[in-house]
């Protein structure tokens, strides 16, 4: 059975503070997708990054970057100079191929950036 | 550019009742899912869709059911609300697999 897990439930930093949220997932299939979605304090979830199995390039966008590690089944997710409007719950979500394409999600992690 | 559209965006039941979450997405998209958050879970999949006339459970299927007569529309219904209901939904669809969801903005539900 699939399995996200995002072991951190909150993160508290300042304002400029690197951050990295940790994406730990289980799987059997040897073909999936990868995905972070942000939720904002509005309710809405924004996707943010997706990544497919055959591809462990890192991925830098503006101040976001992504650690793909499948040797360590990871996904990790860095904020470079924090802001305050980066505050929301960030969720890791795993899929895989076959049939129902369905996404299983990690439980969030919430992050707080204080000015 | 309204993508997927969910109404109500909120609603309180009492128990018992029924109603139908709707969501109609203009994207001409495949694959639509309900999803539903819990507080301080991530989301659960409830009922999915790979087309017209197609449906699926998911993980939480129990006390829902869908349908999808057409492209655009995939309602949710609850027939018999109860207080473990109580729960923010979405609605989400994509056009090929494993491409990003798009996500409606959410039904909040409380059931009292």
């Known amino acids: 059975a699939q399995k996200v897990t995002q072991a951190q439930t909150e993160i508290s930093v300042v304002e400029k503070e690197d951050v990295t949220l940790d994406c730990v997932y289980e799987?059997?299939?040897?073909?999936?997708?990868l995905f972070w979605y942000k939720q904002p304090p509005s309710g809405e979830l924004v996707f943010l990054i997706r990544?497919?199995?055959?591809?462990?390039q890192n991925e830098i966008s503006g101040r976001y970057s992504w650690n793909f590690q499948k040797s360590t089944s990871s996904f990790n997710f860095t904020i470079t100079a924090s802001q305050v409007v980066d505050s929301a719950v960030y969720f890791c979500?795993?899929?895989?191929?076959?049939?129902?394409?369905?996404?299983?999600f990690g439980k969030g992690t919430k992050l707080t950036v204080n000015p | 550019n309204a993508g997927v559209t969910q109404t109500p965006k909120f609603r309180i039941l009492k128990i018992g009742q029924s109603m139908t979450l709707q969501c109609t997405q203009d994207?001409?998209?495949?694959?639509m899912y309900w999803y539903r958050q819990d507080p301080g879970m991530g989301l659960k999949l409830i009922y999915y869709?790979?087309?017209?006339?197609?449906?699926d459970k998911g993980e939480v299927p129990n006390g829902y059911n869908v349908s999808r007569s057409t492209t655009e529309d995939f309602p949710l219904r609850l027939e018999l609300a109860a207080p473990s209901q109580t729960s923010v939904y979405f609605c989400?669809?994509?056009?090929?697999?494993?491409?990003?969801?798009?996500f409606g903005d959410g039904t909040r539900l409380s059931i009292l």
């Open positions: 989400a669809s994509t056009q090929v697999s494993n491409q990003p969801q798009h």
């Open positions: 799987t059997r299939d040897t073909t999936y997708y």
């Open positions: 990544r497919n199995s055959f591809d462990e």
């Open positions: 979500a795993l899929s895989d191929i076959r049939g129902s394409e369905k996404l299983v």
């Open positions: 994207m001409n998209h495949n694959y």
């Open positions: 869709s790979v087309g017209a006339g197609i449906t």
